[in-house]
């Protein structure tokens, strides 16, 4: 079952904290393309939008919201590692994974572990996606990227969670990525790059 995001409200002042083109998803969503009925896994959080626009373009998705099953894990004081239990997944399953900003809500040792399992996840030559906010984010409410048909991108806040944010600079993202190609980053914004990584 999918969970949709708790604020849907356009008019929320919160719901638009960035607004840019991502081409980095635009490269994503060409590189899906170019697989025939290619498997897209988005690990949240989720949104109407997204689960919408990406199942029109990119064929099969999967929709696991690591950030609710983070967020749960730390309310009820479990260990971190509970949440990845459901990542369990057949290996090389996925063409391409969305990542969003979860390794900034992890320490090195998380991120350790997902980027290992994301690895096994994607097929040979898969894609994989990732936005980090740097090093200077200090925030715990998570926000939501919203993608557009245009491949606009805005943000929403997801009131209903908080997880600790540890922003890196651009050289530990790609060093956190070693289990990959880095094939292209953008800085959005300050505070806002997006990367696209190649499974070898």
């Known amino acids: 079952m999918v969970a949709i995001a708790a604020s849907n409200n ?14 980095a998803l635009q490269m994503f969503f060409e590189r899906m393309a170019g697989e025939p009925e290619s498997r897209v896994l988005d690990l949240g959080p989720a949104c ?5 626009l990406f199942a029109g373009r990119l064929g099969r998705v999967t929709i696991c919201d690591m950030f609710i099953r983070l967020d749960r894990c730390i309310r009820r004081e479990n260990p971190l590692r ?8 057949p ?7 969305v990542l969003w900003d979860l390794a900034d809500r992890l320490d090195d040792r998380e991120v350790s572990m997902l980027v290992v399992r994301c690895r096994d996840l994607l097929k040979p030559g898969g894609t994989a996606v990732l936005f980090a906010l740097g090093e200077e984010s200090e925030t715990t ?6 993608v557009e048909p245009d491949f606009r991108v805005h943000q929403r806040t997801q009131h209903h969670l908080s997880l600790p944010i540890r922003g890196r600079q651009s050289r530990d993202v790609l060093g956190m990525m070693h289990a990959f190609t880095p094939l292209r980053s953008f800085i959005c914004r300050p505070g806002l790059v997006e990367f696209l990584f190649r499974r070898t």
């Open 82 to 89: 509970d949440a990845w239990t459901d990542l369990d997944y």
């Open 10 to 23: 356009r008019d929320d002042p919160a719901s638009r904290l960035i607004e840019y083109k991502s081409n």
């Open 91 to 97: 290996p090389e399953t996925f063409d391409g994974i």
């Open 141 to 146: 409410i998570v926000n939501s990227f919203v």
């Open 48 to 52: 109407e939008e997204n689960i919408r």
